[in-house]
């Protein structure tokens, strides 16, 4: 069974760093697409960013690029988000999510979220 498990999240002032991880059980990490949402209240999840399976492509949502790095080490099926210079527009929950194409199904699980709040 999929299981994604989130940490890292926290309360944090304007301009610090938080690093998120996901960890993967129960599944082959490595040939999933993995990414990162955020939810705010009263609103639809985000895309934050994607990580090819292999880790060597990567794409960022225009309000993050530049201060947010997603990464995975597929050894210890981890995924992370390290994010840089945060806002208090940032502030939201943070999911991460698995995908991978089956035949023509797509299989998609998600981790039960991690807050993160950016305030003075």
């Known amino acids: 069974q999929v299981q994604l498990v989130e940490s890292g999240g926290g309360l944090v002032q304007p301009g610090e760093s938080l690093r998120l991880s996901c960890v993967g059980l129960?599944?082959?990490?490595?040939?999933?697409?993995m990414k990162w949402f955020r939810q705010t209240p009263g609103n639809e999840r985000e895309l934050v960013a994607t990580i090819a399976p292999a880790g060597g492509t990567t794409n960022y949502a225009d309000s993050v690029s530049g201060r947010f790095t997603i990464s995975r080490d597929n050894a210890e099926n981890i995924l992370y988000l390290q994010m840089n210079s945060l806002r208090p527009e940032d502030t939201a929950v943070y999911y991460c999510?698995?995908?991978?194409?089956?035949?023509?199904?797509?299989?998609?699980?998600w981790g039960q979220g991690t807050q993160v709040t950016v305030s003075s």
């Open positions: 999510n698995a995908q991978k194409f089956v035949d023509t199904d797509l299989v998609s699980a």
């Open positions: 129960g599944f082959s990490f490595s040939s999933y697409t």
